[in-house]
């Protein structure tokens, strides 16, 4: 495993719509190990391919305490109510914004092996798989600011409780 640099806000890659997988091989396996490791070092709960540079359709999660997930061609199949989080960014740290996320969220998508998946979520999983899903499509949390003045500063400790999304 390796660990890859996080591309920050401004990069095109993050603004673009990334690309379906289609080969499930040992390269894929490689990145998605690459990604967890990077994840982990940076205290993340998530990480989208995009964010190392990879335009395609793959996005890790690991909520702590809980086992990793790997998703291919994820894609948002039930949001349901709404609710206001905090929400922040690997790929933009030192900052939180206030955004309106669902309250549950239904997810197809593929595992590694390309055999098909479902998860139905709620709470903070609901919320990092809305966003992570949003980085496939080029969608950053700052563009779903509920207003300007709600994107602030915080002050960066690195810290296994204040996890990054
Ligand atoms: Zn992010």
Redesign the pocket.
């Known amino acids: 495993m390796a660990i890859r640099e996080i591309l920050g806000f401004g990069e095109p890659i993050l603004e673009q719509k990334a690309k379906r997988v289609r080969s499930f091989g040992k390269e894929l396996k490689k990145l998605a190990d690459d990604m967890l490791e990077t994840m982990r070092k940076a205290y993340g709960v998530?990480?989208?391919a995009p964010?190392v540079g990879e335009p395609l359709r793959l996005t890790v999660i690991e909520i702590p305490e809980e086992e990793p997930i790997i998703l291919i061609n994820p894609e948002v199949t039930e949001q349901k109510g709404e609710r206001q989080v905090t929400e922040?960014?690997?790929?933009?740290p030192g900052y939180r914004g206030e955004i309106t996320r669902s309250e549950t969220v239904k997810v197809k998508a593929l595992d590694l092996n390309g055999e098909k998946m479902r998860i139905k979520a709620d709470g903070l999983l609901a919320q990092v798989l809305e966003?992570?899903i949003?980085?496939l499509n080029g969608i950053?949390?700052t563009n779903r600011l509920v207003n300007k003045d709600k994107l602030y500063k915080i002050e960066m400790i690195p810290d296994p409780d204040q996890r990054?999304?």
């Open positions: 998530g990480l989208a964010q922040g960014c690997l790929s933009y966003h992570e949003d980085h950053l949390y990054e999304i």
